[in-house]
């Protein structure tokens, strides 16, 4: 079938992973593997003091237990992503008898069965000297630091707040939220002749190669990293995690390969997560609804032993036009893992204040939410006066409303009501992604008996990529959906982007985009013979000659040496420097965008909820959703839908279930299992309507793709927080928003 | 997990022997025990695997006294027309419970020995005076919105989990026990201990022994019952806070009530205070409200759980209503 861009192609490698024939990290069987587990902190900060692992060596096939002491290697220099490495923090467990978080890894137990290594893991003995510690943001000793260098300053918004006649100053909260892929964390390590293997699930694995390669001191190409498929990531398989540098290490001093798969609640300690935020909201508007000044004050959890921070207000500040605005970042040390990227990770909780706010702001006015977004529709980006690449913000709320019904609804607190008694609330909330963009390579190779093969070391997260990729090149080449072959997920592949900010269709699209083209110009050529090239084009299979004459670009590639055409190419974003670009394809992290000295680049949404609350019970149900998003060039509508919804789901998860819970006076996570940690079920989803608008962006990248991965859950806790506001007369504040929220 | 022998008992008898054992522990659906195992909380060193043994599935709810098998499975037993029909609390408490995945494997038996899901017995570390008799408790201090507020006492604050044992406390329910040493029955509300300052033994099981059948006393109240399940998502959440209501009544008038609650107590929890409220008046919403109310007149709230009162106030009074309107 036509495996062209707009086409809604099956996803490639569905019926592999629904059959089970799909190979995930975990599953590559390697001979002779041993089997680890992990030993993890029980206090939150202090020292260890003592650690016997006499008990956990007596476990029979116990083979080794590496602890502070044990360890005694001096790694190679590395370091914390946000510092220009690629690990998921600076601080590297069992390299000292620190523990600076709960869960942190004291000792690693590799035995020659699973079983044993879980046995003898908890047979590691460990004395601690605690010392006092905080984990959440609320704990009276801790305090905001501020991030200056995240100042927006536009006009002055605290004067023209002031003097406004309508404005709303409130303070909203998040939590902090694990990311819980499905599939666990975990690494298998194999060395081979001094070079390694690593079978671990990433969503960047070059990334991943260029810091193994640093830490274990060897070059780049004696390291593979290998992760074909993906169970879910959202942000925390981007970076390497500790454990598997561990692992790479018990594998290298056994010399067997390693298997290390981390258990369920383990993962909510050795990897990253969402951190908390508190967001004050301030926007004032002149009695017709013009807003006039627009002030967001966040600060956000960090970690004592990493800086880290996802501000928010560099995104909501391009929301609507405003002569005024003025924009805050701080942070908040806290005794925790590193927080790290989670699925929009300034955006999701960012938007919750913001576009409550904003739906305040439009009760307060008197105003419809939609009317009041349209009014204050900016022409070009409020902060630097950028024109925008493409914004299609008022075309995806009026067609949303469409979709929706909201000419239906009426504004009224509790007016609305289904026939069985329940209050129904419709809320809105609009939505943005920044459209960043990573440099890429990509080959391609077309093949006389038809096929085309794309490779890249790029990732698909189970959102799409293999079959997009895919048909990025088919749309140059013409080649049928069948014929296209996809690699994917190998550091060995042509350097890809890491698998984050949205932007694997755009920046690998256009490599792959670009490798296709120079395939067409070669194939185009060896038909032209001695003739002119450019008189020839190609369309169904064929190539066509200025008579008009079509031969089949099978016979054409007969009769290239070697039965083929392949190339390669880089790819970089337009406004990015070659050094930086280099840096890039190396596994380093180069972004470029969203805003560059000539536009700001960002997809937009709109995004509607219906919740259905119980009168008496006041427990909430969504029970309809609609997103309507401007992303550019849809490459395939089906896999950017999905994705899209799939961000929806989470948002209704956001809004109303998701939070890990902190034990404020043990300083550590309180429900880490899934049985604690709550998430959707299908039966608290109803209907969920998504569509794009058509859009042209000539400007983002070569194939004029925006983001699609993120934006879905931007919107969505604000909207069902406003919905639940129409129905119940009660602003919830915070997320999750709970039953007892609402029992007044 | 440490190591373990596995028997799986080819009959009563011999399940009954390998049961009274040193060390042993039973194993029916697996749902509860393998889950205690791999959370290093049930550590036996001999796991007597009854899940497959005949006889024990069987259900007859058609009687003056319903009986249910132990090994009956929750899925099988939800679906029971009879059942569906004439006690729709116990239906509903089982559709409602867990997943239909556990809900094929789980029996009825290992269901109401389900233990606490707190999560400071739980993670293995915290302080727990039921994991670790005399070591204090956690949740006194620390997260505790998922905690009990009735039949709790300063050493325990946990809840009893599940559903179907919640719903049961409502009716005339009994357990029989076997073991080599013969047979008893246990009225089901003498089958939990409340916490009281030993919270590490939750019910009158003796090591050795089986719960072989649960069984109620058949009464007409069963029609007018239901069991309202409030949570905090649509499926596989346990109860924040539950009701189950059964009622005769003559007219609009209340002439005998069943109240029991889940979700907020240390043990399935009859609630008389509610039934004798109800009993003798005209059913309307605020008297349905005074009962929730009357219900959680002995409530020991905690830092987080306070709101459960409220809940819990209005779970009782929509059972109470929806239970009224059953024919």
Redo the contacts between chains.
């Keep these: 079938m036509d495996g062209s861009i707009g086409v809604p192609v099956v996803r490639r490698d569905g019926a592999a992973k629904t059959s089970g024939t799909a190979l995930y990290a975990a599953d590559f069987p390697h001979a002779d593997t041993a089997y680890a587990a992990l030993t993890t902190s ?1 206090v939150t900060r202090g020292r260890i003091i003592r650690i016997d692992t006499t008990e956990a060596e007596a476990v029979p096939g116990v083979q080794m237990v590496l602890t502070h002491h044990s360890l005694n290697e001096t790694l190679g220099e590395e370091t914390f992503v946000m510092k220009g490495g690629h690990m998921q923090s600076s601080f590297m467990p069992l390299t000292s008898d620190e523990v600076h978080y709960a869960g942190q890894i004291v000792a690693l137990v590799v035995a020659d069965t699973q ?1 044993a290594a ?2 003898a893991s ?1 047979k590691v003995s460990v004395d601690y000297a605690a010392q006092h510690a905080s984990a959440s943001i609320e704990d009276a000793d801790r305090v905001e630091e501020p991030m200056d260098d995240k100042s927006i300053d536009v006009g002055d918004a605290e004067a023209a707040f002031d003097r406004a006649p309508v404005k709303v100053d409130a303070t909203y909260l998040t939590p902090a939220q694990h990311h819980n892929p499905i599939e666990l964390y975990g690494a298998t390590a194999v060395w081979q002749d001094g070079k390694l293997l690593v079978n671990a699930p990433s969503q960047w694995v070059v990334g991943n190669q260029a810091g193994l390669a640093a830490i274990f001191g060897l070059p780049m190409d004696d390291i593979r990293v290998e992760s074909p498929y993906l169970g879910g990531g959202f942000g925390a398989k981007a970076t390497i995690l500790p454990h598997t540098v561990l692992v790479a290490m018990a594998a290298r001093r056994l010399g067997r390969p390693v298997k290390l798969v981390v258990p369920r ?1 383990t993962g909510f300690t050795v990897s990253s997560f969402r951190p908390a935020t508190r967001s004050r909201v301030r926007l004032a508007a002149e009695q017709d609804g013009t807003i006039v000044a627009v002030m967001h004050d966040e600060a956000a959890q960090s970690a004592v032993i990493d800086h880290v921070a996802f501000p928010a207000t560099g995104v909501t500040a391009r929301m609507y036009a405003s002569p005024n605005i003025r924009m805050r970042e701080s942070t908040i040390a806290t005794d925790v893992n590193t927080p790290g990227f989670q699925r929009a990770p300034a955006e999701a909780p960012g938007f919750f204040g913001f576009e409550s706010a904003v739906d305040e702001l439009a009760v307060a006015l008197g105003m419809d939410p939609i009317e009041l977004r349209i009014k204050n529709e900016p022409v070009c980006d409020p902060v630097k006066g950028l024109p925008w690449s493409s914004r299609s913000l008022v075309p995806c709320f009026r067609r949303g409303a469409e979709l929706f019904g909201w000419n239906r609804r009426t504004p009224e607190v509790g007016s609305m009501t289904t026939p069985d008694g329940m209050l129904l609330g419709w809320g809105c909330a609009s939505a943005t992604y920044p459209s960043a963009m990573c440099p890429s390579s990509a080959r391609v190779k077309l093949s006389a008996d038809g096929t085309c093969v794309v490779s890249c070391a790029a990732h698909d997260l189970g959102t799409g990529a293999y079959t997009v990729l895919g048909q990025v090149a088919a749309d140059v080449l013409g080649v049928p959906d069948e014929l296209v072959r996809v690699h994917l997920g190998d550091s060995t592949l042509p350097s890809g982007p890491v698998a984050g900010g949205s932007v694997t269709t755009g920046s690998a699209g256009s490599a792959v985009h670009m490798a296709a083209l120079a395939v067409r110009e070669r194939l185009l050529k060896a038909a032209a013979g001695g003739g002119d090239p450019a008189s020839f084009t190609l369309a169904g299979g064929h190539v066509i000659g200025p008579d008009s004459h079509g031969r089949p670009v099978a016979e054409v590639l007969a009769s290239v040496t070697g039965g083929m055409i392949e190339e390669t190419a880089d790819w970089k974003p337009g406004s990015m420097s070659g050094d930086q670009m280099r840096m890039g394809l190396a596994g380093g992290m180069a972004f470029a965008g969203p805003t560059t000295e000539t536009h700001a680049s960002y997809s937009f949404g709109a995004q509607f909820a219906e919740v259905r609350v119980d009168p ?4 909430v ?1 969504v029970s309809r959703m609609v997103g309507v998003f401007a992303c550019g060039r849809i490459i395939n509508p089906r896999t950017a839908r999905s994705n899209l919804m799939g961000g929806m789901i989470w948002g209704a998860s956001f809004a ?2 998701e939070e890990t ?6 300083a550590r996570f ?4 899934l ?2 940690y ?1 998430f ?5 989803i109803g209907e969920v309507v998504v569509e794009t608008v058509d859009e042209v962006d000539t400007v983002v990248n070569a194939i004029g793709a925006k983001a699609v991965g993120e934006i879905g859950i931007v919107g969505m806790p604000a909207a069902i927080a406003n919905a639940i506001y129409h129905a119940t007369g009660v602003r919830v504040r915070k997320t ?1 928003i ?3 929220d609402l ?1 007044g | ?3 373990f022998t596995y028997v799986r008992a080819d009959s009563l008898d011999a399940a009954l022997s390998e049961a009274s054992q040193p060390g042993a522990a039973i194993m029916a659906g697996g749902t509860t025990m393998v889950d205690l195992m791999r959370g ?1 909380l049930a550590a036996p060193s001999r796991l007597v695997d009854i899940g497959h043994l005949p006889g024990l599935s069987e259900i007859d709810t058609t009687g003056p006294v319903l009986r249910f098998g132990a090994l009956a499975r929750m899925a099988d037993v939800a679906e029971d027309a009879t059942l569906l029909r004439d006690y729709p609390a116990l239906s509903e408490s089982l559709r409602l419970a867990a997943s239909q995945q556990l809900r094929n494997a789980a029996t009825l038996g290992g269901n109401i020995l389900q233990r606490t ?1 707190c ?1 400071y017995f ?2 293995g ?2 302080n727990c005076n039921k994991r670790v008799p005399g070591s204090g408790c ?1 949740a006194l ?3 505790n ?2 905690m009990g507020l009735l039949g709790t006492s300063d050493q325990c604050v946990a809840t009893y989990p599940g559903d179907w044992g919640a719903a049961l406390a409502a009716f005339d329910t009994s357990v029989e026990l076997r073991s080599v040493g013969g047979s008893r029955t246990v009225p089901f509300a003498q089958f939990h201990l409340p916490y009281g300052d030993d919270p590490a033994h939750e019910s009158v099981v003796q090591p050795g022994e089986i719960v072989t059948a649960i069984t109620v006393q058949a009464m007409p109240a069963g029609r007018k019952s239901t069991y309202v399940k ?1 949570r ?7 109860a ?1 806070v539950s009701a189950t209501v059964a009622l005769e009544m003559d007219g609009d008038t209340v002439t005998s009530a069943r109240v029991s609650l889940g979700g907020v107590a240390s043990k399935p929890w009859r609630a008389p205070e509610a039934e004798a409220v109800l009993t003798g008046r005209t059913l309307t919403e605020a008297v349905a409200l005074e009962a929730g109310a009357a219900a959680f007149a002995a409530a020991r709230p905690l830092h987080h759980n306070a ?1 459960k009162i ?2 819990g106030r ?2 009782v ?2 059972a109470a209503l929806l239970a009224s309107k059953r024919t």
């Design positions: 029980t079983e879980e046995e908890r609640e008496l019970l006041r427990t149900r109303l279930l819970k902190v034990d404020r006076p043990r309180a429900n880490t299992d049985a604690g709550h959707s079920t299908n039966a608290d999750p709970l039953v007892e029992l | 997990m440490q190591p290093n899901r999560q739980r993670d570390i915290s956690s201090d620390g997260e919105r998922e409030v905090d998502r649509q499926s596989y959440a346990y924040v709101f409220e809940l209005r779970a009074a929509r």
